[in-house]
Antibody, heavy 118, light 110 residues
Framework: EVQLVESGGALVQPGGSLRLSCAAS????????MHWVRQVPGKGLVWVSR????????SYADAVKGRFSISRDNAKNTLYLQMNSLRAEDTAVYFC???????????WGRGTTVTVSS | QSVPTQPPSASGTPGQRVTISCSGG????????VNWYQQLPGTAPKLLIY???QRPSGVPDRFSGSKSGTSASLAISGLQSEDEADYYC???????????FGGGTRLTVL
C-alpha cells in the first residue's frame, strides 16, 4: 500500500526547535519530489516547502525561509522538516505529500500536529 | 505573486451542477497548470483534478476542471451529499518557486 506517515509533532515553546519526519512506503521514494503543507485547524492549506527527488533542490514559503530546512534520506525512505526559531504562527497540522508531477500532490499523510506555545 | 482567490463558500442541491472559480496571477495560473484538491472534514486533502482537467484514477467523471488565462474552474455535476467538503485550487508559482493554494471553498449540499 502506498503510504506516508508523519511523526514528530509536539508542543514546543516559542523559539524552540522540532524535527518532523515522514516515512514513505509502497513506492519508489527516491524518484519523487516531496512537499510539506500545513493547515491551521479550520483554515486553508498553506504550502511550506518542497524538495526534489535527489535532495539537490529545495524551496520554501517566505514565512518559513531561513528557519525551516527540508531534507530527505532516500536510503531510509524518509522526508524531514527541521523547524527552528518556532513562532506561535507556526502552530498547525503539518502534512507531507508526494508530487507525481512537479506540484500535483497525489499521496498525503494524515498529518502531525505542531503547537507552539508557552 | 497573486495568490489564487476562491469564493469562501458555495452551495447546491442534490443533482445540481456547481462551479467553483479560482482566480490567480501571471506567475502562477497564467504560466502553469492547475490542480484541485478535495478535503473532507477531518481528513487529509485528496487530489481531485491535475494538469487543469485530468482526473486521477477513481475520481468520478462528475468532477471536471478547466483553465483559461489566469483563472480556473472546478465543476461538479450531479451533486451528491458526499461532495460536501472544502475544495482548494493550487498551482506552481514561478516567483515563489513553489506552490500556491487558493484560500479554499466550502461546498454545502443543501
Amino acid at each position: 500500500e502506498v503510504q506516508l506517515v508523519e511523526s514528530g509533532g509536539a508542543l514546543v515553546q516559542p523559539g524552540g526547535s522540532l524535527r518532523l519526519s515522514c516515512a514513505a512506503s509502497g513506492f519508489t521514494f527516491s524518484t519523487y519530489w516531496m512537499h510539506w503543507v500545513r493547515q491551521v485547524p479550520g483554515k486553508g492549506l498553506v504550502w511550506v516547502s518542497r524538495l526534489n527527488s535527489d535532495g539537490s533542490g529545495s524551496s520554501y514559503a517566505d514565512a518559513v525561509k531561513g528557519r525551516f530546512s527540508i531534507s530527505r534520506d532516500n536510503a531510509k525512505n524518509t522526508l524531514y522538516l527541521q523547524m527552528n526559531s518556532l513562532r506561535a504562527e507556526d502552530t498547525a497540522v503539518y502534512f507531507c505529500a508526494r508530487a507525481f508531477t512537479r506540484n500535483a500532490l497525489d499521496i498525503w499523510g494524515r498529518g502531525t500536529t505542531v503547537t507552539v506555545s508557552s | 505573486q497573486s495568490v489564487p482567490t476562491q469564493p469562501p463558500s458555495a452551495s447546491g442541491t442534490p443533482g445540481q451542477r456547481v462551479t467553483i472559480s479560482c482566480s490567480g496571477g501571471s506567475s502562477n495560473i497564467g504560466r502553469n497548470t492547475v490542480n484541485w484538491y478535495q478535503q473532507l472534514p477531518g481528513t487529509a486533502p485528496k487530489l481531485l483534478i491535475y494538469t487543469n482537467d485530468q482526473r486521477p484514477s477513481g475520481v468520478p467523471d462528475r468532477f471536471s476542471g478547466s483553465k483559461s488565462g489566469t483563472s480556473a474552474s472546478l465543476a461538479i455535476s450531479g451533486l451528491q451529499s458526499e461532495d460536501e467538503a472544502d475544495y482548494y485550487c493550487a498551482a506552481w508559482d514561478d516567483s515563489l518557486n513553489g506552490v500556491v493554494f487558493g484560500g479554499g471553498t466550502r461546498l454545502t449540499v443543501l
